[in-house]
């Protein structure tokens, strides 16, 4: 817990201290909840597990199907209106922001044959996704790579990718794998 809660000091200027953290971010409540409801749903009380995660987001706004697998340090910043589909596969350090979607491209089509498939995306480790993103299908958006808020991704992100628009195009390459949530060059760089 204590080096989730480090890896969102780092990631979050408005991060003050722990307790707030733990107390007031809606994010590390649905990871919480997620968690358990997780182990449930590998248990097959699919029933609870799904009646945890709707507890989750009436509280959080934030809704993660049980079935979805989530590695270390996820933070959803803000969180609302986050939705995670069940075959949906997160890495570790992924920073996640409000309306992102990790959805299926055709839920309402053969739902017979989709049953137990790969429907959502995979994001590997310290992948970036911004606000309102859309990542949808059984796609994998490689390590370290960025999403832009309000993209539409549809198809393989390579690693290290700085993806926008809709459809998703990608701008950069970018081989500084820090964390920069906001754009691709730095804040202070004025070329």
Sequence with gaps: MNSYLESIIKRDPAARDKLSIILTYPGVKAVFFHHLAHKIWNFKFYLIARIISQFSRFLTGIEIHPGAKIGKNLFIDHGMGVVIGE????GNDVTLYHGVTLGGISPSENSDNQRNSKRHP???DNVIVGSSAQILGPITVGECARIGANTVVLKD????ATMVGNPAKNISTNTDTSFKP???RDINDNK
């Excluded at 075959?87 to 997160?90: A, G, H, N, Q």
């Excluded at 992100?157 to 290290?160: D, E, H, I, Q, T």
């Design 122 to 124: 995979t994001l590997l």
């Design 157 to 160: 992100v390579p690693a290290n």
């Design 87 to 90: 075959s949906s596969e997160i």
């Design 182 to 184: 906001y754009g691709v």
